[in-house]
């Protein structure tokens, strides 16, 4: 069973800060990843916040999510 939270809440989950937590996830790419990031599977993406901003800088992203409330 899918916890509320990711249910019965799951309009209400947004990410505010989205643009500033994929700005460090880039710098980690580039830090640590030994090579070009270009794509990206995001496990437990949520509402896709962070996936869609990433889809937006011109990564190749697929999103997975147990709830399809969040993806909806």
Do not use: H, W
């Amino acid at each position: 069973m899918v916890s509320p939270l990711y249910t019965k809440y799951a309009r209400y989950y947004l990410v505010r800060e989205v643009p500033k937590i994929i700005d460090f996830v880039e710098r980690v790419f580039k830090q640590e990843a030994g090579r070009e990031v270009k794509e990206i599977l995001n496990i437990a993406c949520g509402t896709g916040g962070p996936t869609i901003e990433l889809a937006r800088r011109g990564y190749r992203v697929v999103g997975l999510d147990a709830s399809p409330k969040c993806l909806k």
